[in-house]
């Protein structure tokens, strides 16, 4: 309804619902067509406040506290929604019984701080209706996506997947590159760092396509592999996000595609983290890709365990437990099979090195100098680190 004029509201006295009306469809037009019947009751609320200089009613804040939230219930913008009620307000003003009949400036004094005090307190109604329904929408969203995070990366409900991902603009017959964080302290839902890192990839790619969510106290970002700047931008984030000195690691999984593809390319990243955990590894980002020979050794527990076994177990015998010996091999081989760089690695003399080096060949018939025992040796010494042998007699975890 387009409104052209205001002329002659009010003339022949208070104004009649029928002004009350126009009143309504002009501050509509006005604030961008926001519907009218949003102001239900207010401009004849401002007719008596402006006349009796009363506060509010209860059941009038209760009214517009329902208004708010039908409001955000139907998509209307905040901001749009209170620009209608201050153009309502202004349109009224001027036609006001307590405005119009004020001659001296003290009683148009009180009348408008009347009329001025109810509109804040209808548009601050207003937005604590809108803010409860907007916490309800964003609590269920942020419930419904870790529902899909949680189905997506375990395999569950595969046959509806594909439907719910289009909510997050995914669309799982491609393939997806899973990325996935850990820090000394785990990452939970809306926490300051898992906000952080999302709201910056969100600006960088958009609010669709790339996922960030969490799952068993890891930061998990899922995209499609088309976007190939992601997981270096996550890493970035997350640097940002969090402390200079804080402890972290990402483990990068490597893109499949298909539903299926993200449970894989999640377990990948996973265990890029556990196996830089397990042996220790100086770097911060972890790509799946870069760790197959491991992931080869984690492949046949049993045999892994079984070489381990035969190789170590004789380093038990040692006073001080298989434990020195164990650090100083992997010091020797990680340092090329140099003693005197493992001794300043282990912060030990030569000699103790190559001392310890001569206990593990009389221990276990294996020479740490020998090309051929080397290999078994070091095999051996990785399979340890990664199944936690001796401290775990058990296969892999």
Request: proline share 5%.
């Amino acid at each position: 309804m387009i409104v052209a004029s205001l002329d002659g509201l009010g003339a022949g006295g208070p104004l009649s619902a029928e002004d009350l009306a126009v009143l309504a469809a002009k501050a509509s037009d006005d604030a961008d067509r926001v519907p009218a019947e949003l102001l239900d009751g207010y401009l004849r609320t401002l007719v008596e406040v402006s006349q009796s200089g009363r506060r509010l009613h209860q059941n009038e804040l209760e009214r517009w506290r329902g208004i708010g939230a039908a409001a955000a219930e139907r998509g209307i913008p905040m901001r749009r929604l209170i620009n209608l009620y201050l153009v309502a307000t202004r349109l009224v003003w001027p036609l006001l019984p307590g405005v119009r009949g004020a001659a001296p400036p003290e009683q148009l004094r009180l009348s408008g701080e009347s009329v001025l005090r109810a509109a804040d307190a209808a548009v601050m109604t207003l937005t604590e209706g809108y803010e409860e329904v907007q916490r309800w929408v964003v609590r269920r969203e942020e419930s419904l996506r870790r529902e899909f995070i949680d189905d997506l990366l375990d395999g569950r409900d595969v046959g509806r997947l594909a439907e719910r991902a289009e909510r997050y603009g995914l669309q799982l017959g491609g393939t997806h590159v899973v990325a996935a964080a850990r820090a000394a302290e785990a990452f939970v839902d809306g926490g300051s760092a898992a906000r952080a890192v999302e709201s910056g990839l969100r600006f960088q790619f958009g609010p669709r396509d790339v996922l960030v969510s969490t799952k068993d106290g890891l930061l998990i970002c899922l995209a499609p592999h088309g976007l190939d700047l992601v997981p270096e931008e996550f890493v970035r984030q997350l640097a940002g996000a969090l402390r200079p000195d804080a402890s972290w690691r990402v483990g990068i999984g490597q893109p499949h595609s298909g539903p299926g593809g993200a449970v894989r390319s999640f377990e990948q990243a996973r265990n890029a983290l556990d196996i830089g955990d397990r042996l220790d590894l100086p770097e911060r980002v972890l790509r799946a890709r870069d760790l197959l020979v491991y992931q080869v050794l984690r492949r046949d527990s049993a045999a892994l365990f079984e070489l381990v076994v035969e190789v170590l177990e004789p380093l038990r015998k040692t006073r001080l437990g298989p434990g020195p010996l164990l650090e100083t091999l992997a010091a020797y081989f990680t340092a090329g099979r140099v003693a005197t760089v493992a001794a300043q690695r282990l912060h030990i003399g030569v000699r103790t090195v190559t001392y310890r080096l001569r206990r593990v060949k009389q221990l276990t018939g294996y020479a740490a100098d020998d090309p051929a025992d080397a290999f078994v040796l070091q095999v051996a010494v990785l399979g340890a680190r990664l199944i936690g042998w001796p401290d775990d007699d058990g296969g892999l975890a």
